[in-house]
């Protein structure tokens, strides 16, 4: 079940068009990352939904409520609009309890002290901080201190819980645990969430949904795994994975099958956003590190490449690999010694986009 619709939504801030008509839908039961580089409007969205931005234009529908509709002058403030907003920093109140933290914003809609004392304890309980509810946050660890702030945004059984980096102050460890019992809170509670992260890794292990922002538009959308094996364009393609990226010029050009060379090499890959580009125009590829192998054998789409050298990564090792002006890393499971090796390029892991190629 939809539950919030955000349509065309257009914000200005000092002067500059910060958001440019972005439009989405998240459902229940349901994680959308906003990913993107710093300054694509991430966090001025995510703050479009909350109520403390206003935009100029759109339309916000969260649950069953019109949060925001610019033809109609209806833009709700941030309380009534069922939300829970979860901050990076946790903004937790250094002189009040656990509980109290908790607590508070049902204190302030008049929820009596009873009831809202029972609501406290089944939130905490839920997250295992029960026995913490008379700390302050400056005797929790970092990572009790986030639970204590999502307890705080689910207090209020909101119907969408906005989540700003909320991972980005845990320590690596620490990061891939909460990812992971976020992602199982939120679809067992069968709320909506969206996740504001730059973390690519974070997005594809814990969205259901991506959507992808650059310059205030959102520039593609989709499940995980289809953003990361088919982006629609250079920035997408180049934001998300580990790449290597070849410059060089388009050689042949027919229908999907695209040719990239330079100085000394050439590769054959899949044409992306080519449409009108002959044969000599300025290309680039983008080849996700883990597509190419090496080995010590000519064969199909192998080229012969110098290896410089292998750094130990703990899971695998690197390697380094030059031909001419193609600079290149590969993964293996191996240290090799540096030398003439063979790396192979499978076409359709080679996507050539033109050179200024734009979102
Ligand atoms: N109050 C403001 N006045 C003017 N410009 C602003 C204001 N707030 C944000 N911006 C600009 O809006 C753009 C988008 O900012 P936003 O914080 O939404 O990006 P973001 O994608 O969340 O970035 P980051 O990952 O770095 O947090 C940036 O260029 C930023 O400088």
């Known amino acids: 079940m939809t539950e919030l619709v955000v349509n065309n939504v257009q914000k200005w801030l000092g002067g500059l068009q910060i958001l440019k008509g972005a439009s989405f839908t998240a459902s229940r039961g349901a994680i959308v990352a906003l990913l993107g580089a710093s300054g ?6 995510l703050r479009c939904i909350a109520g403390l931005e206003q935009p100029e234009f759109g339309y916000i529908r969260i649950g069953d409520k ?3 509709d610019s ?3 209806i833009a709700l403030a941030p309380e009534q609009r069922n939300i829970g907003l979860v901050f990076q920093s946790y903004a937790l109140w250094p002189h ?15 929820v009596n002290a009873a009831d809202a004392g029972v609501k406290v304890q089944t939130i905490l309980d839920r997250m295992g901080l029960g026995h913490l509810a008379d700390r302050y946050p400056s005797q929790l660890s970092g990572g009790q201190q986030q639970r204590v702030a999502i307890c705080r945004a ?7 819980l906005l989540l700003d980096e909320p991972l980005s102050n845990l320590d690596a460890k620490l990061r891939e645990e909460a990812r992971y019992w976020i992602r199982k809170l939120i679809l067992d509670l069968e709320i909506c969430a969206i996740l504001v992260t730059h973390d690519q890794t974070e997005a594809l292990a814990a969205a259901d949904h991506i959507l992808l922002l650059k310059d205030g538009r959102i520039v593609q959308e989709g ?6 094996s088919n982006p629609n364009s250079f920035y997408a393609a180049d934001f998300l994975g580990a790449n290597n990226v070849a410059r060089g010029n388009l050689t042949t050009l027919d229908g999907t099958r ?3 060379g330079g100085e000394g090499w050439s590769l054959d890959g899949t044409a992306r956003e080519l449409q009108g580009l002959a044969p000599a125009a300025s290309a680039q590829a983008v080849i996700r590190v883990e597509q190419i192998s090496v080995s010590d054998s000519p064969g199909p789409h ?48 080679v996507w050539v986009f033109p050179a200024s190629s734009q979102a």
């Not at 933290?101 to 302030?108: E, F, T």
């Not at 689910?154 to 969408?160: A, G, I, T």
């Open 71 to 73: 033809d109609k002058k």
């Open 258 to 260: 695209a040719t990239i």
């Open 302 to 349: 192998r080229i012969e490449m110098q290896l410089d050298d292998s750094l130990y990564l703990g899971d695998r090792w690197e390697y380094r690999l030059r031909r001419g002006s193609f600079n290149v890393k590969a993964h293996g499971t191996r240290k090799l010694s540096p030398g003439a090796v063979w790396c192979e390029f499978p076409p359709e892991s």
């Open 66 to 68: 019109v949060a925001l």
């Open 223 to 228: 499940p995980p795994h289809d953003i990361y």
């Open 96 to 110: 009040r309890t656990v509980k109290e933290n908790v607590g508070y914003g049902l204190k302030l809609r008049g």
């Open 154 to 160: 689910l207090v209020y059984e909101p119907r969408v």
């Open 40 to 45: 694509s409007g991430k966090t001025t969205l």
